[in-house]
């Protein structure tokens, strides 16, 4: 099916509808009321999804290498739970998980490589924050992960509580709310943590575990596949449980684009609506075919499109679903009790089960 920009669209509505009004007489009107409610209803393409299209390719930034998030292997195959949120609005989008092209950005990077256009999705383990959403011309998206900043000290060192980091040396990455982070705890706690501060993750993790700071500090997630992968027996090294920030993290897109954000968007609300509906990579052929639940056909485009809506065709979060699984599996995947990093769902739960993933409902 061919869309229409949303640019196009509207002008051609709001064309024809002004030809009704000049040239019909008092019955028409009943004709003029049922095409602006088409024109409203029609399924709309922004600039971005076009581009998408036209290119038959989706271009995604991702971190550099972050076990769990984004990380390519020794053929060049990208895994982690942001890598297969690409995947995701690529099958919903082209039909095809795999047309994807990856962007490995460092922190610095990433704002202005989507400012730029040189990537449609930053899917980075980025923090949602006022000044971003405000300042950057971005827009966030949905929270695919809610996390917390902490710290990881060798275990020889016998550190018990943040406190007795009064004076340390701290390794942090630039350009990232981190290094913020750090120094507010250290004025508000009168720690004066000194940070060492580096622009790229490598640098950071080469310098903490040869011996250069006392701590490094990032979100907990990160320090967990930091350990996994970088230690050379990760039982040396502790993660503090204390946390010393908020960090809810996702997606962005450029803003000004309001028909992207909302397919980015509501592809991510319904692999986190299909875990709650119980609608996996490996039963959804059978729920499309048997199932009598109608939440559960809506959202598989068998009784209702709503693809239409945004631009998209009816199957668009089924094909999503079945390239990458629903969210419980994306995480158990890539960052579950099962992989390496052995992370437990906790805040990434869904609400129904004591974790804050709520999707706001299809329908």
Not at 230 to 254: C, T
Not at 278 to 285: R, V, Y
């Amino acid at each position: 099916m061919t869309y229409l920009t949303s640019s196009l669209r509207t002008s051609l509505c709001t064309h024809l509808v002004t030809l009704l009004k000049s040239y019909l007489v008092r019955p028409a009107l009943m004709t003029i009321l049922i095409l602006a409610t088409l024109c409203g209803e029609t399924a709309t393409a922004g600039k971005t999804l076009d581009s998408i299209r036209q290119k038959d390719l989706l271009s995604c930034g991702v971190n550099t290498g972050l076990s769990g998030f984004a990380q390519a292997d020794s053929q060049g195959k990208w895994s982690g739970i942001d890598v297969d949120i690409c995947k995701a609005v690529a099958a919903a989008v082209l039909g095809n998980a795999e047309k994807v092209r990856y962007t490995p950005l460092s922190a610095p990077q990433r704002f202005t490589a989507l400012q730029s256009g040189e990537v449609d999705i930053l899917s980075r383990n980025t923090t949602f924050t006022l000044t971003r959403d405000a300042s950057l011309g971005l827009s966030q998206t949905v929270v695919t992960f809610f996390d917390g900043q902490g710290f990881m000290v060798p275990t020889q060192l016998g550190i018990k509580n943040l406190k007795q980091l009064k004076g340390a040396t701290v390794c942090v990455q630039s350009g990232t709310t981190t290094e913020k982070n750090l120094t507010d705890f250290s004025k508000a706690n009168k720690l004066d943590i000194k940070p060492i501060v580096f622009e790229k993750i490598e640098a950071a993790n080469a310098a903490y575990f040869a011996g250069r700071c006392k701590a490094y500090t990032t979100d907990a997630s990160g320090l967990a596949s930091i350990r996994s992968k970088e230690a050379k027996n990760p039982k040396d090294h502790v993660i503090m449980a204390e946390l010393i920030s908020k960090e809810p993290m996702g997606p962005m897109v450029r803003r000004g684009d309001e028909e992207w954000l909302a397919v980015v968007k509501w592809v991510i609300y319904g692999l986190i609506e299909a875990e709650e509906y119980g609608i996996t990579a490996s039963n959804i052929e059978q729920l499309k075919a048997n199932s009598s639940d109608p939440k559960i056909l809506r959202m598989l485009g068998k009784t209702e499109d709503t693809g239409k809506l945004l631009g998209l065709d009816r199957d668009w979060l089924a094909r999503a679903i079945l390239s990458t699984g629903n969210y419980g599996e994306i995480f158990e995947r890539n960052l579950g009790e099962k992989t390496a990093l052995g992370l437990k769902r906790g805040l990434n739960a869904q609400w129904g089960k004591g974790g804050l993933m709520y999707a706001v409902p299809i329908r």
